[in-house]
């Protein structure tokens, strides 16, 4: 019997739990059924990570190899031509032609980045991939044999020709291509990457070609444009001088003596100023003309390799090792799933 306004005395069933009972997840009888689980899918467990070891194992080494052929140029102007865009620029402030200057002294140097985007280029792009190439591997770990254009090769796909050349200069842009810039030495560096030894080094040469060729078009039209202007100044500075030379001459055999005229003395001074003057300028029209005709038809390199493409074209490894192994870890870990979701699914089935 319980007495009011007291609060009865907790019986012996609701005292606290003995510690023991309270970490009942950590007795060690806890975990059996997971161990007795694992037990009987004992062959699941062992079969599973040799298979998904085998599988990545036989996949990695029927994988075809990549090469990377490597490379690195300069491009720069060479000295006999940045000289005539300095003198070229020169003398155009001096005949009143800004924009001529400024477009001389602009053209002079091209940055680094510039041959960089050249690289990937949609025009350069095109070009690689529908040139045909013939790699014969020289050698039984030299990788795959082609012979076709590389719009084949990359499997482009397109329901038209020109969407293939499209496609195959993306996956050639993102895959295969790789450019970077040094901008402090203005060196760059690419890198092509196929699965033939001799299709990655006949790429990469083709791309030094393309940009030497640019680069040579682009000297013989401007040393052209050049040359053109050069002709006009020369032929206006050469009437200039005779009309100069004429004007001192008329001077000089109608005034015998005038050295004790200071009025004919300094008109005769002035018209020898002219006649100078006429002449400095006719003989730097006249030679920047012959420099500017000589780079017109002059066809020697502009960019300097720095690292060929032959004899650079590395082998990619497999990583055959770390594979396997992350396989069989794999195959572990959905092996010790499986036989635990098993048992689950069973006991479920038999409640």
């Keep these: 019997m319980s007495i009011p306004g007291r609060i009865a005395p907790p019986d012996r069933l609701s005292a606290p739990l003995h510690p023991r009972s309270q970490r009942q997840d950590d007795d060690p009888e806890s975990v059996r059924p997971y161990i007795e689980s694992l037990m009987r899918h004992r062959r699941a467990i062992v079969a599973l990570p040799l298979v998904f070891a085998m599988l990545a194992l036989g996949g990695s080494v029927l994988r075809p190899r990549m090469f990377t052929a490597r490379a690195a140029f300069l491009a720069s102007e060479p000295s006999s031509m940045s000289g005539?865009?300095?003198a070229l620029s020169s003398v155009a402030s001096q005949l009143g032609v800004p924009a001529l200057s400024a477009v001389a002294s602009?053209?002079?140097t091209t940055s680094a980045q510039f041959y960089g985007?050249?690289?990937?280029?949609?025009?350069v792009l095109r070009t690689i991939a529908t040139s045909k190439y013939d790699a014969t591997p020289s050698g039984p770990y030299?990788?795959?044999e082609f012979h076709g254009v590389l719009i084949d090769y990359l499997r482009a796909q397109g329901k038209t020709e020109a969407d293939r050349e499209v496609d195959a200069m993306r996956k050639l842009s993102r895959s295969a291509l790789v450019v970077?810039?040094?901008?402090p030495t203005g060196i760059v560096h690419f890198t092509v990457r196929t699965k033939s030894r001799q299709l990655s080094s006949l790429i990469a040469r083709q791309l030094l070609d393309l940009v030497n060729d640019f680069n040579l078009k682009r000297r013989q039209t401007q040393a052209g444009a050049e040359r053109d202007f050069d002709a006009r100044r020369t032929a206006a500075a050469l009437d200039s001088l005779r009309v100069a030379e004429a004007a001192l001459a008329d001077f000089r055999a109608t005034n015998i003596d005038f050295s004790r005229s200071p009025r004919?003395?300094?008109?005769?001074?002035?018209l020898q100023r002219r006649v100078t003057m006429a002449q400095m300028t006719y003989s730097t029209v006249a030679q920047r003309y012959e420099l500017a005709n000589i780079e017109a038809i002059r066809n020697t390199p502009v960019i300097t390799v720095l690292d060929a493409p032959e004899g650079l074209v590395e082998a990619q490894p497999r990583y055959t090792l770390y594979i396997t192994i992350g396989a069989f870890v794999l195959g572990i870990v959905v092996a010790v799933l499986y036989a635990l979701s098993a048992d689950r699914l069973a006991a479920t089935r038999d409640a």
């Design 264 to 270: 004919l003395a300094t008109r005769e001074a002035e």
């Design 180 to 183: 970077a810039v040094d901008r």
């Design 84 to 86: 005539t865009l300095g």
């Design 106 to 108: 602009s053209s002079a």
């Design 117 to 123: 985007d050249l690289l990937t280029s949609n025009a």
């Design 142 to 144: 030299d990788g795959e």
